[in-house]
């Protein structure tokens, strides 16, 4: 671990800092981190889900958490009654995002103004309105009630994996054709119902990263506020590369705040290291990372259950990070002692030369440096890993996905080589960034401020509503946005026929601040959608997915426009793609892409019809979010949703493709920033052994996050596993270079030091600090801030080159 981080790398960051100190004080920059800090741990996401009942809510509500139907725990699928009241689901990883499966709509009493206050509307933070064939009146009626209610909504057109299949019977059967021809068909549905600019997204509960879900996924990151989004990016399953990336960049900027909390703590000596670091806060946030990256055992069985592959399968990608539960104190000592003498030095040394001032309080920057150099090079590790058990589940899956080669299989001395990846220019651009921050301010504000901002990622919720008829897949949806399988333990349940009457609340299994709630279904006759939003507290969702499995109908249009009056969100999403699609190839001369445009053209037409000018459809497969759109869904969701609400999207969506893994390192790396920060202000924390100080504590827990946000956890890895269908053990055998987010402890830690640092962090640190003077004059912080920064990067840089295995092993045939 380290090898990815080079002094322009730490130049960049340290930039960052410096900026930040030109303007403020270490103090105060570090409470604003540590307020930051608390608002993300407490944040909560409460994501409404509703639509008629048959419509896939249940699944859809187990897919946002990342889980299968059948688990334990997943919401109940493939029942025949209605939901008469709202459920809610937890993440299986992170409670506090929890995804609410709301009662049916499609009653012929069903009143919409009423419907709302019955299923406490302002408890979520927006609502997704699920159908399986089409937007009805109902859920046009609600989603103006919803919009009046200041709440956002998504109209979501579940199970088009199955209009897919069932469109592969028919002769000259084109995929493209027939999603278009979906959402054409739901778009004029919902303008024939008086909906004028649909924006429908069609989605698979089985593959995320499949038709219009990525897109969704973009438009509710943007839709939230930077804790909602946070919350949500930390929860998504990880289904795709991009989701990955996503997370590693909501990681990184949690490393920042983290680092510079670190700073004010106080020298905390880490027995057999001379350095000085939180243990804690390492520990508590590698094990945080590798939750977000599913790098904990709930997480890859849960892909095992989805992949159908065995956890040990989806574990053996797991080479450079460890799972959740092996990130202990002891594995981040091992951790500093390994690594902290060839790179932490260096950028300890490279600290104080570009930030004098930081000499100052050696134990604080000592502290920053460390923890930010061990969480960043940990993030790196934790999200390539993720990368690797995203590839592995994927696996014999879809022809494309391919397990990026591996020589070794993880090992503690697998960390060794980890700081060589860092060059001297790519420190000098990390290092810019903190001189720029401290030209304005003092080292102590830009701590405070990085502290307050990891308390608002650690604290922030997403809460996603997700609505539609029932049958749609909206539970499917919930579930594989969660990350799950429709039958673990604590999915939504799928299945089911009947109207749901009360709203579903599913956390995700890793982060549990991102929630998924699954609404009650919009299909009945009596629905009206100012009542529904009420019943279904519209003002706790940040927004709304508006699922549909065959077509939409006038309910998902008024749903939307209630959504829209009350400033909500909401998208159109066409599930069960991927069941189309699988019913299609029976027929003669079939073409996936003219089934697919087929599907999209019946969504868009419907929509058309309903009164949606504009109709914007995303169609979907639960079980492969990286076909279709999934990956346009996602990235509305996240131009929609506010930093820390996208965040928490990102950190939390499954590693489906390269993409998803590519947008969670980023967010993990602006998280590293973070985490390096407000290690300076814990003070100088010798690390027994070592010439070198640092928070292990926060490189323990950062280490852990990314390893979760990434996947690479015993929980993510095994639900991995059973979406996949192949073993764990064949999933973890592609994590070559980071450990589970469960090996991930302060031995590790300070072992990864000892072998890394001497030829790393030591030229980081002088190069530091002639880049940024000041650090100088925070001898300890500046230590800090460049060995956290140095470590948590390579780490990231591991844990994503193992997350992008584990899925290509997971989609291998």
Same mark, same amino acid.
């Given at each position: 671990m380290?090898s990815?981080?080079?002094?322009?790398?730490i130049?960049?960051?340290?930039?960052?800092?410096?900026?930040?100190?030109d303007?403020?004080?270490?103090s105060?920059?570090?409470?604003?981190?540590?307020?930051?800090?608390?608002?993300?741990?407490?944040?909560?996401?409460?994501?409404?889900?509703?639509?008629a009942?048959?419509?896939?809510?249940?699944s859809?509500?187990?897919a946002?958490r990342?889980?299968?139907?059948?688990?334990?725990?997943?919401?109940?699928?493939?029942?025949t009654?209605?939901?008469?009241?709202?459920?809610?689901?937890?993440?299986?990883?992170?409670p506090?995002?929890t995804i609410?499966?709301?009662p049916?709509?499609?009653?012929?009493?069903?009143?919409?103004d009423?419907?709302?206050?019955?299923?406490?509307f302002?408890?979520?933070?927006f609502?997704i309105i699920?159908?399986?064939?089409r937007?009805t009146?109902?859920?046009?009626?609600?989603?103006?009630?919803?919009?009046?209610?200041?709440?956002?909504?998504?109209?979501?057109?579940?199970n088009?994996?199955?209009?897919?299949?069932?469109?592969?019977?028919?002769?000259?059967?084109?995929?493209?054709?027939?999603?278009m021809?979906?959402?054409?068909?739901?778009?004029?549905?919902?303008?024939?119902v008086?909906e004028?600019?649909?924006?429908?997204f069609l989605?698979?509960?089985?593959?995320l990263?499949?038709?219009d879900f990525?897109?969704?996924r973009e438009?509710?990151?943007?839709?939230?506020?930077d804790l909602?989004?946070?919350?949500l990016?930390?929860t998504?399953?990880?289904?795709?590369?991009?989701?990955l990336?996503?997370?590693?960049?909501?990681?990184?900027?949690l490393?920042w705040?983290?680092?510079?909390?670190?700073?004010v703590?106080?020298t905390?000596?880490?027995?057999g290291?001379?350095?000085?670091?939180?243990?804690g806060?390492?520990?508590?946030?590698?094990?945080?990372?590798c939750k977000?990256?599913?790098?904990?055992?709930?997480?890859?069985?849960?892909l095992?259950?989805?992949t159908g592959?065995?956890?040990?399968v989806?574990?053996?990608?797991?080479?450079?990070?460890?799972?959740?539960?092996?990130?202990?104190?002891?594995f981040v000592?091992?951790?500093?002692?390994?690594?902290?003498?060839?790179?932490?030095?260096m950028a300890?040394e490279?600290v104080?030369?570009?930030?004098p001032?930081l000499?100052?309080?050696f134990g604080g920057i000592?502290?920053?440096a460390?923890t930010?150099?061990?969480?960043k090079?940990?993030?790196?590790?934790?999200?390539?890993?993720a990368?690797?058990?995203?590839?592995?589940?994927?696996e014999?899956?879809?022809?494309?996905?391919?397990?990026?080669?591996r020589?070794s299989?993880?090992?503690?001395?697998?960390?060794?080589?980890m700081?060589?990846?860092?060059?001297?220019?790519a420190?000098?651009?990390?290092?810019?960034?903190?001189?720029?921050?401290?030209?304005?301010?003092?080292?102590?504000?830009?701590i405070?401020?990085?502290?307050?901002?990891?308390?608002l990622v650690?604290?922030?919720?997403?809460?996603?509503?997700?609505?539609?008829?029932?049958?749609?897949?909206?539970?499917?949806?919930?579930?594989?946005?969660?990350?799950?399988?429709?039958?673990?333990?604590g999915?939504?349940?799928?299945?089911?026929?009947?109207?749901?009457m009360?709203?579903?609340?599913?956390?995700?299994?890793?982060?549990?601040?991102?929630?998924?709630?699954?609404?009650?279904?919009?299909?009945?006759?009596?629905?009206?959608?100012?009542?529904?939003?009420?019943?279904?507290?519209?003002?706790?969702?940040?927004?709304?997915?508006?699922?549909?499995?065959?077509r939409?109908?006038?309910?998902?249009?008024?749903?939307?426009?209630e959504?829209?009056?009350?400033?909500?969100?909401?998208y159109?999403?066409?599930?069960?793609?991927?069941?189309?699609?699988?019913?299609e190839?029976?027929k003669?001369?079939?073409?996936?892409?003219?089934?697919?445009d087929?599907?999209?053209?019946?969504c868009c037409?419907?929509?058309?019809?309903?009164?949606?000018?504009?109709?914007?459809?995303?169609l979907?497969?639960?079980?492969?979010?990286?076909?279709?759109d999934?990956?346009r869904? !996602?990235? @509305?969701l *996240?131009?929609?949703? %506010?930093? &820390?609400?996208?965040?928490? $999207?990102?950190?939390? +969506?499954?590693a489906?493709?390269?993409e998803?893994?590519e947008?969670?390192?980023?967010?993990?790396?602006?998280l590293?920033?973070?985490?390096?920060?407000v290690?300076?202000?814990?003070?100088?924390?010798?690390?027994?052994?070592?010439s070198?100080?640092?928070?292990?504590?926060?490189l323990v827990?950062?280490?852990?996050?990314?390893?979760k946000?990434f996947?690479?956890?015993?929980?993510?890895?095994?639900?991995?596993?059973s979406?996949?269908?192949k073993?764990?053990?064949?999933?973890?055998?592609?994590?070559?270079?980071?450990?589970?987010?469960s !090996?991930? @402890?302060? *031995?590790?830690?300070? %072992?990864? &030091?000892?072998k890394?640092? $001497?030829?790393?962090? +030591?030229?980081?640190?002088?190069f530091?600090?002639?880049?940024?003077?000041?650090?100088?004059?925070?001898?300890?912080?500046?230590?800090?801030?460049?060995?956290t920064?140095?470590?948590?990067?390579?780490?990231?840089?591991d844990?994503?080159?193992?997350a992008?295995?584990?899925?290509?092993?997971?989609?291998?045939?």
């Amino acid at each position: 671990m380290g090898s990815a981080i080079s002094q322009t790398i730490i130049r960049d960051e340290l930039e960052k800092l410096k900026e930040a100190l030109d303007n403020n004080n270490l103090s105060d920059v570090t409470e604003q981190s540590r307020i930051n800090l608390n608002l993300l741990k407490n944040t909560t996401l409460d994501i409404a889900i509703t639509g008629a009942s048959g419509t896939g809510k249940s699944s859809f509500v187990n897919a946002l958490r990342g889980m299968t139907d059948y688990e334990e725990g997943a919401a109940e699928t493939g029942g025949t009654q209605t939901t008469v009241k709202a459920k809610g689901y937890p993440h299986p990883t992170f409670p506090k995002v929890t995804i609410w499966d709301l009662p049916g709509i499609e009653t012929p009493d069903f009143e919409p103004d009423k419907y709302l206050k019955k299923v406490n509307f302002r408890q979520y933070d927006f609502f997704i309105i699920v159908a399986s064939n089409r937007f009805t009146t109902n859920d046009v009626l609600l989603a103006h009630e919803i919009l009046k209610m200041k709440k956002k909504f998504y109209y979501v057109r579940t199970n088009v994996d199955v209009s897919i299949r069932s469109e592969r019977r028919k002769p000259n059967f084109n995929e493209e054709k027939t999603l278009m021809k979906i959402r054409k068909y739901c778009c004029a549905g919902l303008i024939k119902v008086g909906e004028y600019n649909p924006k429908v997204f069609l989605t698979s509960r089985w593959d995320l990263n499949l038709y219009d879900f990525p897109l969704l996924r973009e438009t509710l990151e943007n839709d939230l506020d930077d804790l909602k989004r946070y919350a949500l990016i930390t929860t998504m399953p990880n289904f795709s590369r991009e989701i990955l990336r996503k997370k590693k960049v909501v990681m990184e900027a949690l490393i920042w705040q983290l680092s510079l909390v670190s700073c004010v703590i106080g020298t905390i000596p880490v027995p057999g290291l001379s350095l000085v670091c939180d243990l804690g806060i390492l520990v508590e946030t590698m094990r945080d990372f590798c939750k977000v990256f599913g790098l904990d055992d709930e997480s890859l069985k849960r892909l095992a259950d989805r992949t159908g592959k065995p956890v040990p399968v989806l574990r053996s990608a797991i080479k450079k990070s460890r799972m959740a539960n092996h990130v202990t104190p002891d594995f981040v000592k091992g951790l500093l002692s390994k690594s902290i003498v060839c790179g932490a030095m260096m950028a300890v040394e490279f600290v104080f030369g570009f930030i004098p001032g930081l000499g100052s309080v050696f134990g604080g920057i000592s502290s920053f440096a460390t923890t930010f150099y061990m969480l960043k090079s940990f993030l790196n590790d934790v999200v390539e890993d993720a990368e690797d058990v995203l590839a592995k589940a994927a696996e014999n899956l879809e022809s494309r996905y391919k397990q990026r080669p591996r020589t070794s299989i993880w090992r503690p001395d697998s960390y060794t080589t980890m700081a060589f990846a860092f060059t001297k220019e790519a420190i000098r651009k990390e290092f810019e960034k903190l001189k720029n921050d401290l030209e304005n301010r003092n080292l102590e504000d830009a701590i405070q401020q990085s502290e307050k901002y990891l308390d608002l990622v650690k604290n922030s919720t997403l809460d996603i509503a997700i609505t539609g008829d029932t049958g749609a897949g909206k539970s499917s949806l919930v579930n594989a946005l969660r990350g799950m399988t429709d039958s673990e333990e604590g999915a939504a349940e799928t299945g089911e026929t009947q109207t749901t009457m009360e709203r579903m609340k599913y956390s995700h299994p890793s982060f549990p601040n991102v929630t998924i709630w699954d609404l009650p279904g919009i299909g009945t006759t009596d629905f009206e959608p100012k009542d529904y939003l009420k019943k279904v507290h519209f003002k706790e969702y940040d927004f709304f997915v508006i699922v549909a499995s065959n077509r939409f109908t006038t309910n998902d249009v008024l749903l939307a426009r209630e959504i829209l009056k009350m400033k909500k969100k909401f998208y159109y999403v066409r599930t069960k793609v991927d069941v189309s699609i699988d019913s299609e190839r029976r027929k003669p001369n079939f073409c996936k892409a003219k089934c697919l445009d087929k599907i999209r053209e019946y969504c868009c037409d419907n929509l058309a019809k309903a009164g949606e000018s504009n109709p914007l459809v995303f169609l979907i497969s639960r079980w492969d979010l990286d076909i279709y759109d999934f990956p346009r869904l !996602q990235m @509305t969701l *996240e131009n929609d949703l %506010d930093d &820390l609400k996208k965040y928490a $999207l990102i950190a939390s +969506m499954p590693a489906f493709s390269r993409e998803v893994l590519e947008k969670k390192k980023a967010a993990m790396e602006s998280l590293i920033w973070k985490v390096s920060l407000v290690s300076c202000g814990i003070g100088a924390i010798p690390v027994p052994g070592l010439s070198l100080v640092c928070d292990i504590g926060i490189l323990v827990a950062t280490m852990r996050y990314f390893c979760k946000v990434f996947g690479l956890d015993e929980d993510s890895l095994c639900r991995l596993a059973s979406r996949v269908g192949k073993p764990l053990s064949m999933l973890r055998s592609a994590i070559k270079k980071s450990p589970m987010a469960s !090996q991930v @402890t302060t *031995e590790f830690v300070i %072992d990864l &030091l000892t072998k890394s640092l $001497l030829c790393g962090t +030591m030229m980081a640190v002088e190069f530091a600090l002639d880049f940024v003077p000041v650090l100088g004059s925070l001898t300890g912080g500046g230590l800090s801030f460049v060995t956290t920064f140095y470590i948590l990067k390579s780490f990231l840089h591991d844990v994503e080159e193992d997350a992008e295995n584990v899925r290509a092993k997971a989609v291998e045939s």
